[in-house]
């Protein structure tokens, strides 16, 4: 070659070129065999090409030119790297050995042949292909995962290694968007696992950045510790290189994928690109699966409510509802939670639940131990009284630390677990009627917009259940008050009838003993009387007569009286037996006495059919004798007297009419007349005791019946009264 033309080619070619006697020593070597091999031309020039870039492995095969022009492949055929373009590995002088391919060509000149070998560095292009082939295949299987825990996972088995790196992680934005969770992570040490569970925006690590900027940072240990203060303290330990990458759909960064790599590591411009691509399709397919994953959330919290509604719906018990509303809530929707109801004061807590059933009786101790004042700043004081709502995704140690709260408690929360809170209000027609609290214990999970939206929902649903319930029970507690009134009445009723029945037997039991032991006396006044008229009448002078006369009247009234008394209360006294009687024969019976008394003849009686009743027979006969009696007694003036007895059926009862056409009676005393003693007119126009209609009404109401009377003044009366029938 001549040197012109060596002196152009050579440092111009983009290939190494280099070139080689039949013993394989080097005679040429160009400036990009220098930059691709590491070896200066100086260096270079004299060497065995052998000794210089085969690598170990191959340096047997390749020991001189010979077998370098006539060499044989793995099968066993026979090849010649003349004139062929061959797919080998060579070596550089920091012992890196590289993808290239080399042709040879010979040229041949007077002195032997000369090798011209062109080589070229295929690293770039292979890696490329290698690159592609892993986009390729983790793609296909990201495609392949629905959930996010399911994306979360292929990133950790297929990702990492894919991207060479030994450790890594996926973590996302909270809602609130100030605190980052740790979704996955691969082989990091315990701390920092704790450490990056979930972490404020705010401390100085990559991911954080990523997450702020939008922008990925790759970097060796020293750069990165020399940016981030963080991460020496909080970042993974052994870290020698690392990459962080922002995850964005939609033009938002909600996460990051953290590559941490024990090895020196160069992130070449290819590397990087190569990095971001594997980034976003990793944040394709978590979006992807947090949509479905939300989808299906949206799909079971209607599928919530709609449960909800029919468990609210299906007790109107105050505590039975709030029992329903707990087993709802826990642990679908939250791990622990609390209702509270106001009760004077305070804010009340009802209906606690914890998914962990051992730990009620401590969410017991560490609501009751701080009562919340209605007026007070507390958080569920404040929705019950403005109805807003409180929703802490994320609430941080610190903060927790920095409540006002004793230790005791403090050691409470932490034992029951709190990460992320919320409450809403309780609402009945517009009213805020009491306050939900949820809240849960581990960092898996948050409540999210979602959540908070879900609570709300159930919020008023429960309300409106809640204030049923109340009413309900209100309703119930005046029903059984009432109830209780009417009892206490009914028993003071019952104390006082049985009170008047005994005094009213006492007075019975005074009238028939008084009335009995009247009845020896009177006969001897009367009899005495009866016997000085018939003897001593002679001797006593007109005046005389007339007192005598006086006191037998007067005697024999007072005879009529006590026995008339004596019938009275001999039917309390003296009840008999009620049997089967032809009233039509009891009638029968009277009209034949009170003719035999009246021998004129001057009245008209008439009955007929009257029924068979059940009743006592007696005091049949005495009730038809009193009132047939009292209608021929209160005649007319000039009127023959006139008697009718009938009796007509209705329903269970026989209605049985006495009427007359004497004298009537005004309607003003139809009441009077059935008290005892009670007369509308004076024994010198009608004789009688004002006993025999009170006889009447104690018969008929012996027997069940009632006893009434209808009457004009100057026509005449019907007195009714009722029998049951048979
Ligand atoms: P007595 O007939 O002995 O006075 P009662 O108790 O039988 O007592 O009657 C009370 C009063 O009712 C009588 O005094 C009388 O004024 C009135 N009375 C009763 N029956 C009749 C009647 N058939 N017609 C008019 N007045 C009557």
Known sequence: MSSVLRSALFPAALDCIISIDPQGQITEWNRDAEQTLGYARA?????????????????????NVQRFLHTVNDTGQTISPVNQRLRLDARRRDGQTFPCELSVHALHREDGPLFAAYLRDLSDQV??????????????????AVTPAEVVELILREVMPAAQAARGSVGMLLPGGDHLRLLGELNYDAQTRATLANFPLTFDLPACHVIRTGQAVFGSREALHRQFSDLAQKGPQELMAAAALPLQAQGRVFGYLALVYDQPHTFAEADQSFLTAIAEHCALALHRAQLLEDERAARGQLAFLAEAGAVLASSLELQTT?????????????????????EGEVLYPYGLAHRDAAKVSLLRDYVHQAPVRIDSSSGAAEIYRTGTHLHFPHLSPALLAAQEISPEQQRRVQELGLHSYMAVPMVAHGRTIGVMAYALAETQRSFTAQDLHLALELGRRAGLALDHARLYQQLQESHSTLERRVEVRTHELELQTQELERSNAELEQFAYIASHDLQAPIRAVTSFAGIIAQRYAGQLDDRGQLYLQQIIGSGEHMKRLVDDLLTFSRIHTHQGDQVLVDSQAVFGEVARRLASEDMEGTFDLSATGLPRVRANPQQLDQ?????????????????????????VQGGDFWRFAVSDNGIGIEEQYFGRIFEIFQRLHGRDTFEGTGIGLAVCKKIVERHGGQLWLESVVGEGSSFFFTLPVE
């Open 322 to 342: 709030l029992d329903h509303l707990a087993d709802l809530v826990v642990p679908r929707l939250a791990d622990w939670y609390a209702v509270y109801l106001p």
């Open 127 to 144: 890696q490329a292909q290698a690159h592609q082939a892993a986009l390729y295949a983790v793609s296909g299987k990201l495609a392949q």
């Open 43 to 63: 260096e270079a020039l004299g060497q065995f090409l052998s000794d210089l870039i085969v690598p170990p492995a191959d340096q047997e095969t390749h020991q």
């Open 623 to 647: 009730l038809l004798q009193n009132l047939i009696s009292n209608g021929l007694k209160y005649r007319r003036e000039g009127v023959r007297p006139r008697v009718q007895v009938s009796a």
